[in-house]
C-alpha cells in the first residue's frame, strides 16, 4: 500500500504543477483564482495521503525512525475532519476518534 500512495502523492504533485503553471498562464483574473484554488486542493490531497503513509508506516513497523508527534497527527485528524472538503459522516467521525486515540497514546508516551 506504501507505494500506491507514493503514487498517489506524486501524481497530486504533478496535477498541482499543471494547474499552477496554468494560473501562472491565465489572464483571466476568474480562470486564474479558479486554477489556483485547484493547485491548493491539490496540495491539501498530497499532504493528506502523505499524512496516511506516515501513519501507516507507524502502524505497520511499530517504532519510527523519529520520535512520533501524537499531537501533532492528532490535529491533521482534526483539521482533516473539519475541512471543507467533503466528507461523509462515517470518515469525519472515524478522524475524529483516531485523534482521540493519538492524544491518549502520546500523553501515555510523554509518562515513559
Known amino acids: 500500500m506504501l507505494q500506491k500512495l507514493a503514487d498517489h502523492i506524486r501524481a497530486c504533485m504533478e496535477h498541482s504543477a499543471k494547474v499552477g503553471r496554468l494560473a501562472n498562464e491565465a489572464t483571466d483574473p476568474s480562470m486564474?483564482?479558479?486554477?489556483?484554488?485547484?493547485?491548493?486542493?491539490w496540495l491539501r490531497l498530497a499532504q493528506s495521503y502523505e499524512f496516511v503513509e506516515r501513519l501507516e508506516a507507524f502502524l505497520l513497523n511499530g517504532r519510527p525512525e523519529a520520535p512520533i508527534n501524537f499531537h501533532g497527527l492528532a490535529d491533521e485528524c482534526v483539521r482533516l475532519a473539519r475541512s471543507a472538503e467533503p466528507l461523509d459522516d462515517n470518515a469525519r467521525a472515524a478522524l475524529l476518534e483516531m485523534s482521540g486515540l493519538l492524544l491518549h497514546h502520546g500523553a501515555n508516551a510523554d509518562k515513559s
Open 32 to 41: 486564474k483564482a479558479d486554477f489556483l484554488q485547484l493547485e491548493k486542493r
